[in-house]
T-cell receptor, first 114, second 114 residues
């Protein structure tokens, strides 16, 4: 069965500092991997995704993520955080069959200090 | 530009009531999903549907049922609401053959059972 681990429940960074959110997955084949962001009281918005090709993927709002098969990781990064990036971030892994069901991690809450 | 619509943002119901949460998508997606989101637990899949009148249990189906009579609509039913079903409920949809695209989420329904 596929699974996702986000080891950091809360992260606090200063505005302008760099950010890295960790995600480790478990899946038997090459996975589909996603990062979503959720602002307070809202649904989830897709930031970026990986399914093949270049292991460094670019997303919206200046985010990027790198797929590392050897480490089973898909960490999210941003070089300079803005106060508006404060939100909850979810990593997800998708199966390649059966209706593309996604399994989500437990989320990382990002706080940005001004 | 709204693609997945959940009929209520906030809902308060009494213990024992029958509760319907409605979700409509206008993207002609085959797959639809219901998740509940709780702090520290992330998103947990309740039920999903690959097609009209088809449904499959997710990870936590107990106490819930679903209905999909039309392709665009997927309803979550709490037959007899209980306080432990107080949660944020998120609906999502996706194309069946586009696993790499991920999901489109609704804005969520925050249900409180008193």
């Amino acid at each position: 069965a596929q699974s996702v681990t986000q080891p950091d429940i809360h992260i606090t960074v200063s505005e302008g500092a760099s950010l890295e959110l960790r995600c480790n997955y478990s899946y038997g084949a090459t996975p589909y991997l996603f990062w979503y962001v959720q602002s307070p009281g809202q649904g989830l918005q897709l930031l970026l995704k990986y399914f093949s090709g270049d292991t460094l993927v670019q997303g919206i709002k200046g985010f990027e993520a790198e797929f590392k098969r050897s480490q089973s990781s898909f960490n999210l990064r941003k070089p300079s955080v803005h106060w508006s990036d404060a939100a909850e971030y979810f990593c997800a892994v998708g199966s390649t069959g059966g209706g593309n069901k996604l399994t989500f991690g437990t989320g990382t809450q990002l706080k940005v200090e001004l | 530009d709204v693609k997945v619509t959940q009929s209520s943002r906030y809902l308060v119901k009494r213990t024992g009531e029958k509760v319907f949460l409605e979700c409509v998508q206008d993207m002609d997606h085959e797959n639809m999903f219901w998740y509940r989101q709780d702090p520290g637990l992330g998103l947990r899949l309740i039920y999903f549907s690959y097609d009209v009148k088809m449904k499959e249990k997710g990870d936590i189906p107990e106490g819930y049922s679903v209905s999909r009579e039309k392709k665009e609509r997927f309803s979550l039913i709490l037959e007899s609401a209980s306080t432990n079903q107080t949660s944020m409920y998120l609906c999502a949809s996706s194309l069946s053959d586009r696993a790499s695209r991920g999901y489109t989420f609704g804005s969520g329904t925050r249900l409180t059972v008193v």
